[in-house]
């Protein structure tokens, strides 16, 4: 249910919260590995991830769906500890994703009724004016968090909002919001991940359409791509998207991921699994 995208590397994890772990691609799709995610303790389900994010030194952290830190480890899987952002006092909201920026800075999203963004810095201290960002409506039913340091914007998806996608500042502000319910351009039936893309784009995953629109970084509609079946160009469910490096106009390097009896990546000139 989760992607992180190492374009440095040429690799690509993926989180299978339904198995309890997170696997490691090459760009060409060849598996490198899983790291499976035991409870805590006798008794406890096992863990499940749902949203990563890695730093410049190669750490990994991993949102847990019924944790309320951040775990985090090494790329080969060991431990390293636990980050815990500092939230309102008597907050019952948990992590639903996070995002590092090109600064390090560490930016993790709650949901829930006093949900929100906490801003650290690499050390995982709270970075001094970020803190706890002003709670907004659709932060509630929030899923996803993609940060541009330096476009300055983050984009946070909320697929139970009226309006499933909000462009906010660093700072938290909203710049603007777009994505009602609906059949047609710059609609969605349920928006579920977000990705920066090159010249500062912005895709959002539409599992229910089988779809990924692509937006400028005002929120402007530029495009769509997929559509359901299991042929080139076309997805089943998916639910998120990255990339590998700069694209062309074609788009050859898009990967979006879809669930289903075997995991797959997709790119426009066919698959591999």
């Known amino acids: ?9 040429g690799v690509f994890v993926v989180a299978d919260r339904g198995n309890h772990r997170l696997i490691r691609f090459e760009a060409s799709g060849r598996c490198r590995g899983s ?9 406890e389900a096992p863990r499940e991830p749902s949203s990563l994010a890695s730093d410049s030194e190669g750490r990994l952290f991993v949102v847990d769906a019924g944790e309320p830190r951040v775990r985090v480890m090494t790329s080969r899987g060991s431990a390293l500890g636990f980050l815990e952002p500092p939230l309102p006092e ?3 909201s948990r992590p639903q994703a996070m995002a590092i920026g090109e600064s390090g800075s560490i930016y993790v999203l709650y949901g829930g009724a006093q949900g929100g963004v906490v801003v650290m810095d690499r050390a995982g201290r709270t970075r001094e004016g970020g803190g706890f960002l002003p709670n907004v409506e659709s932060v509630s039913s929030a899923v996803s968090l993609a ?19 909000r462009l906010c500042a660093l700072d938290g502000r909203l710049l603007s919001e777009f994505g009602t319910h609906g ?9 579920n991940h977000a990705a920066w893309g090159p010249r500062n784009t912005v895709w959002i995953t539409d599992t229910i359409r089988h779809s990924i629109s692509v937006f400028d970084s005002r929120g402007s509609f530029l495009g769509r791509i997929g559509g359901f079946g299991r042929g080139p160009g076309q997805f089943s469910y998916p639910v998120a998207c990255g990339f590998l490096g700069d694209m062309p106009p074609d788009l050859s390097q898009v990967h979006p991921i879809d669930p289903g009896s075997t995991a797959r990546v997709r790119q426009s000139g066919g698959d591999s699994r």
Not at 35 to 42: G, Q, V, W
Not at 150 to 162: E, F, L
Request: proline fraction near 4%.
């Open 1 to 9: 249910s989760g992607l992180f995208v190492d374009a440095t590397r």
């Open 183 to 191: 059949e047609g351009d710059g609609t969605f039936s349920m928006a």
């Open 147 to 165: 940060v541009n340091e330096a476009a300055g914007v983050m984009v946070i998806v909320s697929p139970n909002a009226k309006k499933q996608v």
């Open 90 to 92: 008597a907050s019952r």
């Open 35 to 43: 790291i499976t995610f035991e409870a805590l303790s006798p008794g």
